[in-house]
């Protein structure tokens, strides 16, 4: 069983930065496309930035220049650095892989983002 766990997020005004985490078991994160994804209440989950096996990046417009995404191999883990923060960020953010709907892994619980002033 793979299992996804998201920590990092928390409550922060216009502006400010946030790093979160996806630590993953089950699974390589180096063997595989991982990706950050988002979703807002009353709105479709959306993909805003992924990692591919060799390490390439690549980011939704809405986040990029803002947002960066990396793995620790050794940990297990994939990171989003989320900068320059906005209103508009405030989402659960969920980590998982990135393909065919059929190969990605259970979800995870998320964390909440939330920016505000």
């Known amino acids: 069983q793979v299992q996804l766990v998201e920590s990092g997020g928390g409550l922060v005004q216009p502006g400010g930065s946030l790093r979160l985490s996806c630590a993953a078991s089950?699974?390589?994160?180096?063997?595989?496309?991982m990706g950050w994804y988002r979703q807002a209440p009353g709105k479709q989950r959306e993909l805003v930035a992924f990692?591919?096996?060799?390490?390439?990046?690549n980011y939704a417009d809405s986040v990029k220049d803002r947002f960066t995404i990396s793995r620790d191999n050794a940990k297990n883990t994939v990171y989003l650095q989320m900068n320059s923060l906005k209103p508009e960020d405030t989402a659960v953010y969920y980590c998982n892989r990135v393909g065919p709907t059929w190969t990605l892994y259970r979800w995870g619980q998320g964390t909440q983002v939330t920016v505000s002033s």
């Open positions: 990692i591919t096996s060799a390490g390439s990046t």
């Open positions: 089950g699974s390589s994160v180096s063997s595989n496309t």
